[in-house]
């Protein structure tokens, strides 16, 4: 592979890690922070990628809208509608057990699944939503750096709001939460209320994400929100990395990228008829690696750094 | 129409005992030990392709094949349990929750390493199916019920009138509670692990002679076999069989309404409002 071609890969690899960045840190609020368990962030991924699709494609036919609004509108709408989704889901499950959570979130996910492979009309079927458009510069050599650069932002933007609110008295609750949920109660919190802010915030990033995902590749199908690529993923990379820490949710992403990339440049070198299994080699390698960071390093690489204490007379 | 109703409550009674049976087993782990095993549905997985090394490479019929995948499925569910799930019992049940998801995408990858990504049956050409008035059974459909009432039986022998049956019930009932009083608590939970995984196991070959093999099967299965669970009241072995065959018979007679698609959907709907009206379920389980 000549150089062109190398960079042009990197700046790929490194996009779709953006995106697999904020992910991590929705999630990050979610478990690491308030210890939800969200078995479906492919549900609020897809949804976020189809509704920011819906919002900027050109007017069409073939499915619903078509409303060629600005790249923007259509992130702001993924952010909106995966929001809501997450407040319907979050108050059917906010006041049982976090397995409940885990299996009404893994049952939304399905299902979204299921209708958009269904309801043609509005998401295209199977064959998908095409002409996405690309933020800034549509085509040409210009078009992935310029990209990367707006994820890269996006990523900043994420990471430096996740990472305020996590210092932040409303971060400090939901840890409380997470830690001792009746001590906070007696402590005068609201419980439930933080719970469902937490539970929409981390959703809505992961819509933020899917409506990047659909301006990255400019094509969507249902193919792509499978709960491997959708989900399984997303939860490697947070505990690998270090869950609760914003810094390990970054770098969790970037090491379970560089397994998951690197070794479908392997796959690819296989013959065609051993590709299907490379690939399940590879989603059963990530599994072990999950396993063995929980059972050996279960705070993962970066380890949640505890806040210091505030001084006596200081607050 | 009404023959088309009780064909529809045939597929209902099949579809509820392969449910029954795998929420059974999710409702015995969550029980005992208080985590929702997200890879129950390909565990199913597991013992339907097990069978199929017997039933497709040694030419034995499904019932010898039977009681190898069952074997399969048990050593396999003792072997997670010992080399991940006991280490991880120390922490909290969310991180076992979390490992089992991580499980489930083992299994499912290793079936597809093993045996390939298609489709495959037990026997191929088209079963004939016994006439009665305007209703076709098929004969695969009895012995999926028959073999599910059986198992139940079996179940509830074993739940009511042996030692560990007994002990069973006492560590869903007070985990802690039964260690002081002398239960062999570990033990109890192998026999618990051994009994979920045959029952997926058969939920698994039971699914296969319904429609056929796929690396994802069990897996499409998860969400109706919790809301199995759910409905009946999680932790409540015999509200996982009612609230199989209600999931069940929901899920093929809404087909008569909305597209077939959204089976699951069904399925899910009844769970949700499960969680909202009634969160212990119809058998007073455990929640919050």
Redesign the interface.
């Known amino acids: 592979m000549e150089l062109a071609g190398l960079l042009s890969y990197f700046v790929f690899f490194a996009s779709f890690a953006c995106i697999y960045a904020i992910m991590a840190l929705g999630l990050n609020i979610q478990w690491g922070m308030t210890?939800q368990?969200n078995?479906g962030v492919a549900g609020f991924y897809a949804v976020g990628a189809y509704t920011s699709a819906i919002l900027t494609t050109p007017p069409t036919p073939e499915h619903l809208g078509g409303f060629a609004l600005p790249v923007i509108v259509g992130l702001i709408g993924a952010v909106i509608v995966s929001g809501l989704l997450a407040v319907l889901i979050g108050m059917?499950?906010v006041?049982?057990?976090?397995?409940?959570l885990?299996?009404?979130t893994?049952?939304?996910a399905?299902?979204i699944r299921?209708l958009i492979?269904?309801e043609e009309q509005v998401t295209h079927g199977v064959r998908g939503i095409a002409e996405i458009p690309r933020p800034l510069v549509e085509s040409g050599p210009l078009a992935g750096p310029v990209f990367l650069v707006v994820a890269l932002i996006c990523v900043a933007i994420a990471y430096f709001l996740v990472e305020r609110a996590r210092v932040s008295p409303w971060g400090r609750v939901l840890r409380a939460i997470r830690d001792n949920e009746d001590a906070t109660k007696a402590a005068g919190k609201n419980v439930v209320s933080f719970r469902l802010q937490a539970f929409v915030v981390g959703s809505a990033l992961m819509g933020f994400a899917g409506g990047l995902y659909a301006h990255f590749f400019g094509f969507i199908s249902p193919e792509a929100f499978q709960?491997?690529f959708g989900t399984?993923i997303v939860?490697?990379m947070l505990?690998v990395g270090g869950s609760g820490n914003n810094k390990g949710a970054l770098l969790g992403t970037v090491l379970v990228w560089l397994v998951w990339s690197g070794t479908e440049i392997f796959t690819r070198l296989l013959p065609a008829d051993m590709a299907?299994?490379a690939s399940?080699?590879r989603?059963?390698m990530?599994?072990?690696l999950?396993?063995i960071v929980?059972?050996t390093r279960?705070q993962g690489v970066l380890p949640e750094e505890r806040p210091k204490p505030i001084p006596r007379g200081d607050s | 129409m009404i023959g088309d109703i009780i064909q529809l409550l045939i597929y209902g009674i099949v579809t509820g005992s392969i449910l029954a049976l795998g929420a059974i087993g999710v409702s015995l782990v969550?029980s005992i030990l208080r985590?929702?095993h997200?890879a129950h549905g390909d565990l199913m997985t597991v013992g339907a392709y097990a069978a199929l090394v017997i039933v497709a490479g040694l030419g034995m019929p499904i019932i010898v094949a039977a009681p190898f995948a069952v074997l399969v499925v048990a050593v396999v569910a003792i072997a997670i349990e010992l080399s991940?799930y006991r280490?991880?019992r120390e922490?909290s049940?969310?991180?076992l929750?979390?490992?089992s998801?991580?499980?489930a995408?083992?299994l499912?990858?290793?079936v597809?390493?093993i045996w390939?990504?298609g489709n495959q049956v037990y026997a191929s050409g088209i079963q004939l199916p016994i006439r009665v008035g305007g209703i076709a059974i098929k004969p695969d459909h009895l012995w999926i019920i028959a073999g599910t009432l059986g198992l139940i039986a079996a179940l509830h022998v074993f739940l009511q009138y042996t030692k560990f049956g007994k002990a069973m019930r006492a560590m869903a009932d007070n985990v802690d509670l039964a260690r002081i009083s002398g239960i062999p608590t570990s033990r109890v939970i192998m026999i618990a692990w051994i009994i979920a995984g045959g029952l997926a196991a058969m939920a698994g070959i039971f699914l296969a002679m319904d429609t056929r093999l796929h690396p994802v099967m069990g897996?499409?299965l998860?969400?109706p076999v919790?809301?199995a669970a759910?409905v009946g009241g999680i932790g409540r072995p015999y509200g996982a069989m009612a609230g199989g065959l209600l999931i069940g018979v929901a899920m093929e007679m809404s087909t008569m309404v909305i597209?077939p698609?959204?089976k699951?959907?069904v399925?899910?709907a009844l769970?949700?409002a499960t969680?909202?009206v009634r969160?212990t379920g119809i058998f007073r389980g455990s929640?919050?």
């Not at chain 1, 006041?95 to 409940?100: A, F, G, P, Q, T």
């Open positions: 210890g368990i078995i059917i499950t006041n049982l057990r976090s397995d409940y885990a299996i009404a893994i049952g939304l399905e299902i299921f492979k269904n709960p491997v399984f939860w490697a505990i299907t299994q399940a080699a989603v059963l990530i599994g072990v999950l396993q929980l059972l279960r | 969550f985590f929702a997200f991940i280490p991880l922490s049940p969310i991180v929750l979390i490992s998801f991580g499980m995408l083992i499912r990858s290793a597809q390493l390939g990504t897996w499409q998860l969400l919790f809301a759910i597209n698609a959204y699951q959907a399925a899910f769970m949700v969680l909202i969160p929640s919050l």
